[in-house]
């Protein structure tokens, strides 16, 4: 089913003050990342002057509430994740749960990974991501679907670049930014996931997910490419190598 709602918001800029900048050296990633507000901000591919991700933000809800937005209404303190390496942990605290995220991507691909561990205060508090590509001034926007798969993987499309995002989800669906998009979702019924869509756009296309987890650690896969085929199989590659591996390869990559 097709979301509603489009075209979404109009085309925006991400918050200009940022916590952070990562890359990986060498010539085989050709992405560059940056933090804000706790959480992941503009990704730039596959050129360093060519926005693809708007941003990925996770929200926290048990229901018969309105979500907590992660980046707007936690506390965050960010860290080197090891002296001169320009991956980062980010602490996010709030009185109803605790979200530790760090961020570092792949030497070998165009992928992002995010090792996180979610600590809820309360009993039913399940966690959400969204995430959107950034709309391109004169363009008619993005697209957006969901990967029928087990778990279910999710899609964005900017012209020739595409985004696969992959991690435990339990539930998947798309929106447009601002209007149908799992944080409208989340606060229109009261806190609660009540909608899937399998596609949007074109416009400021979103995806969102449920994470599987309901305490504890998991990571999720960022991966970019000029296809969906292959951006699918970069993200999942990532995923499968796993945070500590892409980590210490990270790591010895800016050492060596």
Request: aromatic share 12%; charged share 20%; with cysteine.
């Amino acid at each position: 089913m097709e979301a509603p709602g489009g075209p979404g918001a109009p085309p925006m800029w991400g918050p200009g003050r940022k916590m952070a900048f990562g890359a990986a050296p060498g010539p085989r990633s050709k992405l560059w990342y940056t933090l804000a507000d706790g959480n992941l901000s503009e990704v730039f591919f596959p050129f360093l002057d060519r926005v693809a991700l708007h941003e990925l933000r996770f929200f926290v809800s048990a229901g018969g509430a309105p979500p907590v937005d992660d980046a707007a209404d936690g506390q965050h303190s960010i860290s080197w994740l090891a002296p001169g390496v320009p991956a980062f942990r980010v602490e996010t605290t709030h009185h109803e749960y605790r979200l530790t995220k760090e961020f570092f991507s792949d030497p070998a691909e165009n992928a992002l990974l995010i090792a996180a561990t979610f600590t809820p205060e309360l009993p039913d508090l399940r966690l959400y991501m969204q995430a959107s590509a950034h709309w391109q001034p004169f363009t008619d926007g993005n697209f957006s679907s969901v990967i029928d798969t087990h778990p279910p993987a999710l899609l964005l499309q900017q012209q020739d670049v595409w985004i696969c995002i992959v991690g435990p989800f339990s539930r998947a669906t798309t929106g447009y930014f601002r209007s149908s998009d799992v944080h409208i979702d989340l606060s229109d019924a009261d806190g609660k996931f009540t909608y899937s869509y399998d596609r949007a756009g074109p416009g400021n296309a979103s995806v969102g997910a449920e994470i599987g987890v309901r305490a504890g650690s998991f990571q999720l896969a960022v991966g970019f490419a000029h296809s969906r085929a292959d951006a699918e199989e970069v993200a999942r590659t990532a995923l499968q190598k796993g945070a500590g591996t892409v980590r210490q390869a990270f790591e010895l990559a800016w050492r060596s």
